[in-house]
């Protein structure tokens, strides 16, 4: 029966666009409907009335197993509700609808949380993933615009397995309504289901984005620090460098009021 295996889940969130991404169990088509939000009379916070006006909808033909899917024309630092659709000769799903707002306009506050190594943990004394389903409901109580993920979401992310029962799993009800970008930890392994499972900004293993008034930098300190040197360098961080030199060019191309930079190996650590 054709089912949902991780997501739906958002990528890549602009003042007018954002992007959801599914794996569903067998080939099937992608749809995404985006409808209207209108809060109720007097209400605050989330309390807005259920869904029904479809303002656009975006589809795929093509089947897949990975689906992702961009809706556009949309406007800055609102609220939508979005439903996600596969189809095949099996059957037909549905998932949603689910909240999601758009990147803000500049002068606009907005919050994002980070964290690190949910694959760290191999659940010795909490089974099925508790520890990290209690990490992604910490996160969610703050209601986060945007979240970062500093590398070791999994524990070996070329076990396909992993990137469930530490990641997509335990996160499932936090990624459904809150963008989310990461970068390469050890733990990844620079495995293909990383450059499969995000749509970010190729090459992917690093790469920049905008938000509000903010640039963010993400960087692959693994390329850096190879296993076998660990924690000594095996690269020089010198121009000529591909991604040295990239992040040269973007930190003086960019004009945000703030600039944030992040990987995952510490430049300074308390530990070895």
Known sequence: MLSIVKGPYLQIPTETSMTMMWETSELASAKVEVYQAERKHGGSGGNYLPPEKVITTASNGEYSLIHQITVQQLEPG????????????????????????????????????????????????KTDGQINRDIFMLMGKYRPDL???????????????????????PGRAFLKTTPFYSCLGNHEENADWFYKFFAYPNPKNYYSFDYGDAHFTCLDSTAFVGNEQYPGLSHELTPGNAQIDFLIRDLQASAAKWKIVFFHYSPYVSGG
């Open 78 to 125: 609102t609220t939508y509700f979005y439903t996600v659709f596969s189809e095949n000769e099996t059957g037909a799903l549905q998932d949603g609808p689910h909240p999601f707002k758009t990147a803000p306009g500049k002068d606009v506050p907005f919050s994002f949380t980070v964290t690190s190594e949910t694959g760290g943990f191999h659940f010795a004394d």
């Open 147 to 169: 979240s970062l993920f500093a590398g070791d979401i999994v524990d070996d992310g070329r076990e396909y397995a992993d990137w469930s029962t530490y990641f997509f799993e």
